[in-house]
């Protein structure tokens, strides 16, 4: 197995890069998904939510409410370091399981992870940031995604900056061009990324670096 990072700000591209990596054999864990999985109806992880804030964060047909934990938590910062506490162990948990499931095979795992710059990991061979001018991120989340203008610009400074996630790249791919651009660039990365070292056998995820709690 080899190991890498993916992340990108909301609307940089991040999901279009992901699906081009996977079109040429990338394995993808994908953080977004892993997070809807483990909050699934009847899961453990929600019935933790509803024990901490309440029975009206399970709509009537079982799924998560999410606009009603984020009004929870919006102003309640207790609350979401609590929410935080509820979700993230468990997320990790299957994130390193998915991972691991892939040791003895020759696949590139890509970690797809758009807060990647906000919340490092250790043992990733590559960190690949999909980059773009804050202002392409705005017009793609409009245009392409439906976002209100102030909304996408909300999101977007609630991020890492696009410097601070380039210094944390070991490889970037420029997605200020036509889709049609994103092509060869992911060619050239897929060749990078194939010449790096297969992990051991016994390889095992480092333990993540405890945060404030
Ligand atoms: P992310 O996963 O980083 O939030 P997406 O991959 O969903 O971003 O891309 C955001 C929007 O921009 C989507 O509608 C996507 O189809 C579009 N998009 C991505 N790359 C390009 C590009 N190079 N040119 C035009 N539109 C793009």
């Known amino acids: 197995m080899i190991l890498v990072g993916l992340t990108g700000g909301i609307g940089s591209g991040k999901s279009t890069v992901s699906a ?7 394995v993808i864990v994908d953080a977004d998904q892993v997070v809807r999985d483990v909050q699934r109806p009847g899961s453990p992880v929600l019935a933790k939510m509803a024990e901490r804030f309440g029975p009206q964060v399970i709509a009537e047909d079982g799924s998560l409410d999410r606009a009603a934990v984020a009004a929870v938590v919006f102003s309640d910062p207790e609350a979401l370091k609590d929410l935080n506490k509820i979700v993230h162990p468990a997320v990790g948990a299957e994130m390193n399981r998915q991972v691991m499931a892939e040791l003895s095979t020759d696949h590139v795992v890509v970690m797809d992870i758009p807060l990647l710059t906000e919340n490092p990991r250790e043992g990733l061979q590559a960190v690949i940031v ?3 001018d804050p202002e392409v991120q705005v017009q793609r989340l409009v245009g392409g995604r439906g976002f209100a203008e102030d909304d996408a610009r ?5 991020q890492a900056t696009r410097e601070q996630r380039l210094a944390t790249a070991t490889h970037v791919v420029d997605n200020s061009g036509t889709l049609d651009d994103l092509a060869p660039q992911i060619d050239r990365l897929w060749v990078e990324l194939t010449a790096l070292p297969q992990l051991p056998p016994d390889w095992e995820m480092p333990a993540p670096k405890p945060k404030d709690a």
Request: hydrophobic letters at 65%; charged letters at 25%.
């Open 20 to 26: 081009l990596l996977a079109a040429r054999g990338a």
């Open 130 to 132: 999909v980059d773009v």
């Open 154 to 158: 909300a999101r977007i400074a609630k």
